[in-house]
């Protein structure tokens, strides 16, 4: 089992940078594939980014390839989503998740965060 924390949200201006942050807890954290996933509001819940447990391979959806970066820090059982360039369109609900399969579908991952709100202003 692993409880997952996520923080870092908030209200940016368009072209702005966010950080948001997903603390675990539980033994076995740094065994899991970590993702991010995102819900804005009518539509599906889609795939962000994701990270393997050792952080040596990662993969973005093509929509933030290129501005967002995600990261692990295994000793610190957090994991990171560095967002730069932000758009209206990024404007969401951001849910990480860890999983044991190298999955972007949401069902594919175990566990899940409470969300937290990034809300970016044109």
């Known amino acids: 089992q692993v409880q997952l924390v996520e923080s870092g949200g908030g209200l940016v201006q368009a072209g702005g940078p966010l950080r948001l942050s997903c603390a675990a807890s539980g033994r076995t954290y740094s065994s899991y594939v970590m993702g991010w996933f995102r819900q804005a509001p009518g539509r599906e819940r889609e795939f962000v980014a994701r990270?393997?447990?050792?952080?040596?391979?990662?993969s973005y959806a093509d929509s933030v390839k290129g501005r967002f970066t995600i990261s692990r820090d295994n000793a610190k059982k957090t994991v990171y989503l560095q967002m730069n360039s932000l758009q209206p369109e990024d404007t969401a609900v951001y849910y990480c998740?860890?999983?044991?399969?190298?999955?972007?579908?949401?069902?594919?991952?175990?566990?899940w965060g409470q969300g937290t709100q990034v809300t970016v202003s044109s």
């Open positions: 998740a860890a999983g044991y399969t190298w999955a972007v579908r949401g069902p594919e991952y175990n566990f």
């Open positions: 990270i393997s447990w050792s952080g040596g391979s990662t």
